[in-house]
């Protein structure tokens, strides 16, 4: 496999090596963190730490499992202490935006129509259902929704078994067809 | 199969993660109940109003700086802990010093008032007139002349 190559290069101090495997997987591992932390910097530093831990525990990797799935482990945790080193500080968030934010499912414009909305709003009113949701639930389908992992790999990346991230899945899916009601035709 | 079970397969159903035997199940079953046809339709419709969310944007330096950083943290790892405990225990040190210093100096002006204070004590006192003679005709004037006698 090209990771267990590289990864093996890297540990014998192979910096050509260290480069290819951040290019191949730099994408994946910072969409992950922006859909998780909600910014652009923010998402950055938490990959570039994802790549950092990496970097940092070369010496005693082991070609176990799919570095993919290591990566992937890394960047949920990150995301997450990330995020609550914000709450932390009471950073400006959306579960701090209250009644002014666009969307609220009590109120009776929750029952616009999708059209109504514009692409600004449903991206708003999607970020803030995800962001309510418990956090292994978002990690779920997060990994499943926008990574496209399978099962097996969420499981794996999660720390859980298999039959856990399908609860997972389905209970993050019975909240969001409620609080995004009137985005789903 | 009842739609109660059924309902709790479909996210896996929805997502081909159903075994073969199961998936053939909810097949048959979705395809005459109008309410669990309803329910997939929904989930899938949801994934697709995800789409929304978007990806992160490129970021062309993203090595560059991760190797600026990876060295900088390098650098601070050769450095040796005695250094880097230097300046922070240098500068506790000279905030203690001068904390003690203005301590010193608040307490040399305590000490000065309270000299004064018992100066202006003694002065206050200076009507008492100890050695002024006693007056004639008066009972101590008397008993210093009989005092003289003896």
Known sequence: MQDTQLMLRVREG???????????????????CYRYVGNQADAEEVAM???IQLYKSRHTYKPEAKLSTYLYRIAVNLSLNRIRDRKRKRLVSFEFLGKDHPFDPESPDSERPDAVYEAGERETIVRKALDSLPEKQKTALLLRRYEELPYDEIAAAMGTSVSAVEALLFRARETLRKTLKPLIP | MKCRDVEKMLSAYSDGESPSETKALIDSHVQSCESCRRLLEETRALSKA????PAAKASPFFYTRLKSRI??????????WTERLLIPVSAAAIALLGFWLGTVAGGNGDAAKQENSSLNAAAST???DTFDSV?????GDVYFALAGQE
């Open chain 2, 50 to 53: 995800l789409d929304v969310l």
């Open chain 1, 49 to 51: 730490d994802v790549f």
């Open chain 1, 14 to 32: 192979d910096e050509g090596a260290f480069r290819e495997i951040v290019e191949l997987h730099q994408k994946r591992i910072l969409d992950l």
């Open chain 2, 126 to 128: 200076s009507y008492l």
């Open chain 2, 135 to 139: 007056p004639s005709a008066s009972f």
């Open chain 2, 71 to 80: 060295q900088a943290e390098e650098r601070i790892q050769r450095t040796p």
